[in-house]
């Protein structure tokens, strides 16, 4: 007992500098390293971060974890971090330099196919996707716990190789909402870690939309006056 000791205080702005001074070391080695920067308050501020964001927190197993990741990702401690198809891989600044893996099971087919169904006729464009500017029906869709695009808990496989046992470290979670902010940067990187493809999704809209116009392009329209009406209003 009176051999422990409290380790030893380190302020914000010290790991903060700390974590600037890694990042420039890692650069050297890597030029490809991507640090997450966020500028503001919020971690995420366009759609599609903030629906990633809102996703997993609305999950009990999540809940009171993931918010441990939040200052971390805000301060800068994530030093890296690459998304590619159903894979996260990313270096945090904590004590050491940790590495996190993160996996995510891709969209099942029976319920990609769902989501494009109910797309139909709704999406006007690419930049109206990645905007985030479609219906708010569709954006339900899209964040539905059961049968939306973005992943639950049991779809996702995480490892840090920092010593914490917890079942959620501070590490991954601040990965998980550096994820988010990468959205914010580029929406499109949210369907290549998902392994979706948008222009599927965007085909089958424009598709159903050029259907629905060529039907109605031999309809007789109700603003269209006959030949004897015209006669009878102006009295020829």
């Not at 330099?97 to 969209?107: A, M």
């Not at 580029?186 to 050029?210: A, Y």
């Amino acid at each position: 007992m009176w051999g422990f000791q409290y380790p030893e205080y380190v302020s914000v702005g010290e790991k903060k500098e700390k974590a600037k001074k890694q990042i420039e070391k890692l650069r050297k080695k890597n030029p490809n390293i991507s640090p997450v920067i966020i500028e503001g308050n919020k971690v995420a501020k366009t759609w599609w971060g903030i629906a990633w964001d809102k996703n997993l927190e609305g999950y009990a197993d999540y809940s009171n974890r993931i918010g441990r990741g939040r200052s971390y990702v805000k301060n800068g401690f994530v030093l890296d971090l690459q998304i590619e198809t159903c894979k996260v891989s990313a270096l945090v600044q904590g004590s050491s330099v940790y590495k996190i893996s993160i996996d995510f099971k891709p969209i099942s087919k029976a319920k990609w196919e769902d989501i494009i169904s109910k797309c139909s006729n709704k999406i006007n464009g690419i930049e109206e996707l990645v905007e985030g500017k479609f219906p708010k029906a569709l954006g339900e869709v899209f964040t539905s716990k059961d049968n939306g695009l973005f992943p639950s808990p049991k779809e996702i496989k995480f490892n840090c190789s920092c010593p914490d046992v917890a079942y959620m470290c501070k590490h991954v979670a601040a990965v998980l909402y550096g994820i988010g902010a990468r959205f914010d940067e580029d929406p499109t990187l949210f369907f290549k870690l998902r392994d979706i493809d948008f222009e599927v999704l965007l085909k089958k809209s424009v598709e159903e939309k050029m259907n629905s116009m060529l039907l109605n392009a031999n309809k007789k329209s109700k603003r269209i006056i006959d030949d004897e009406d015209v006669s009878d209003l102006f009295g020829i």
